[in-house]
């Protein structure tokens, strides 16, 4: 069975960024699949970040494309978010996430909150 | 991007009530829709996937109809496991994107 850690700095400074790594488990990365990233700020919906294909392909929320990379290594069985000049707006739980044959997003990390704040 | 729109946005309702969840998209997306259960604290967990398809592991009394622009989510009958926030998700093209939520309350 799959399983999604996220990790990364809980509190991160306006105008710096936000890097979050999500570990995989069960399962090899390079084998295929789409690996995404969801959010949800605290008391809201979810937002989907992007995704990316086992093969490097990216596709990314137009809202946030100019300030999001979504990378993934195979070496250590882990995909990446980096969101720069973060604000105030983007606090929130971040979730990454795994499609499954058809199943969008069948599992889940157990998400990270990150606060940006000085 | 293709906007999704729930409703309602919250529903109260009792132990054992059938219980409809509607979502519409902004245009065609085929049956390319997936519904998710959300409890606090907790991610989301899919449900429906394919407009119709039941996760596997998926009680039963959860089913999901509809295609192209109108959807449905139904709890035959209301346990008290279900009290919960649901979501509507189109993955027919890019950005993939959710709708606003309905949160289901105890009558």
């Known amino acids: 069975q799959v399983q999604l850690q996220e990790s990364g700095p809980g509190l991160v400074k306006p105008s710096e960024t936000l890097s979050l790594t999500c570990s995989v488990s069960?399962?090899?990365?390079?084998?295929?699949?789409?690996w995404g990233w969801i959010r949800q700020p605290p008391g809201k919906g979810l937002e989907w970040i992007g995704i990316?294909?086992?093969?490097?392909?990216?596709y990314y929320n137009p809202s946030l494309k100019s300030r999001v990379t979504i990378s993934i290594d195979t070496s250590k069985n882990q995909f990446s978010l980096k969101l720069s000049s973060v604000t105030a707006a983007d606090t929130a739980v971040y979730y990454c996430?795994?499609?499954?044959?058809?199943?969008?997003?069948?599992?889940w990390g157990q998400g990270a909150l990150v606060t940006v704040s000085s | 991007d293709i906007q999704m729109t729930q409703s309602p946005s919250t529903l109260s309702a009792s132990v054992g009530d059938r219980v409809t969840i509607t979502c519409r998209a902004s245009?065609?997306?085929?049956?390319?829709l997936a519904w998710y259960q959300q409890k606090p604290g907790k991610a989301p967990n899919l449900l429906i996937y394919?407009?119709?398809s039941l996760e596997s592991g998926v009680p039963s009394r959860f089913s999901g109809s509809g295609s192209g622009t109108e959807f449905t989510l139904t709890i035959s009958s209301l346990q008290p496991d279900d009290f919960a926030t649901y979501y509507c998700?189109?993955?027919?093209?890019?950005?993939?994107?959710f709708g606003q939520g309905t949160k289901v309350e105890i009558k």
């Open positions: 998700q189109q993955y027919n093209s890019y950005p993939w994107t």
């Open positions: 245009q065609n997306i085929n049956s390319w």
């Open positions: 990316i294909y086992h093969s490097g392909s990216t």
């Open positions: 996430a795994r499609d499954g044959s058809g199943r969008p997003m069948a599992y």
């Open positions: 394919k407009a119709s």
């Open positions: 069960g399962y090899s990365i390079s084998s295929g699949y789409q």
